[in-house]
């Protein structure tokens, strides 16, 4: 396994559009979360899956997000009619029990302007 | 809240200096994270220090923790031009996702 693996690495759009994007974690890890981050920010919580079943969403997620996890594999985050302020970094974590904590490992990204 | 305050936010030094960050936060932890981002790419996972360890240690990188002044910090030593990039510090919330809350980091430049 090489990682956690984020497609597009980057997408522009335009305003209104629907845009999918795609996660594969590392295949041992049960737990995937989805951060956003813009610029100059440190990356702020979406939500998150225990396997198939998504267990938390932040109030940042909005009716025009959404997630899924279908057979608690990949991930797929869509943003439906997007809007100029959804431009940001969305990134992908997927972790494991440490026994002392988590540890979490990221992908590098899909980088979303919205035009 | 859960969020770490990473201080400064920028930081510019020259390669073979030391660099220092800090990071304050306000609720008990169980575990403190450090991670590193290079412009425009990914988080990388650089030490976890758990609440009953002071300082930890991992090739060039130390890390301490005041759990009594609920602070930590990340020394750099000998820093490299390949250092520069953003540092994070991440605070687990307990229990349920145990998600990471992140501060806005400090941007470090090391010149040549």
């Known amino acids: 396994d090489t990682g956690v693996s984020q497609n597009p690495r980057h997408k522009i759009t335009k305003r209104g559009q629907n845009v999918t994007f795609r996660c594969d974690p590392i295949s041992e890890h049960n737990r995937l979360y989805w951060y956003r981050q813009t610029l100059g920010q440190g990356p702020e919580f979406l939500t998150y899956f225990q396997n198939e079943a998504q267990l938390e969403k932040s109030r940042l997620l909005s009716d025009r997000f959404s997630a899924e996890r279908p057979k608690g594999s990949f991930s797929t985050l869509e943003i439906q009619r997007t809007e100029q302020g959804d431009s940001a970094m969305y990134l992908c974590?997927?972790?494991?029990?440490?026994?002392?904590?988590?540890?979490?490992?990221f992908g590098s990204g899909t980088r979303l302007t919205v035009v | 809240s859960q969020q770490g305050e990473e201080d400064p936010q920028a930081l510019s030094i020259q390669e073979g200096e030391n660099a220092t960050m800090n990071c304050s936060y306000k609720?008990?932890?169980?575990?403190l994270q450090w991670y590193r981002q290079n412009s425009g790419r990914g988080l990388v996972h650089l030490i976890l220090i758990r609440s009953n360890e002071r300082e930890k240690h991992s090739g060039r990188l130390r890390v301490t923790l005041d759990t009594s002044k609920k602070s930590s910090s990340l020394l750099i030593t000998a820093s490299r031009a390949a250092d520069t990039a953003s540092y994070f510090c991440a605070l687990p919330t307990r229990g349920g996702s145990e998600k990471l809350v992140f501060g806005k980091g400090t941007k470090l430049t090391v010149n040549p």
């Open positions: 609720t008990s932890i169980n575990n």
């Open positions: 974590a997927s972790s494991w029990n440490l026994g002392i904590g988590r540890g979490y490992t």
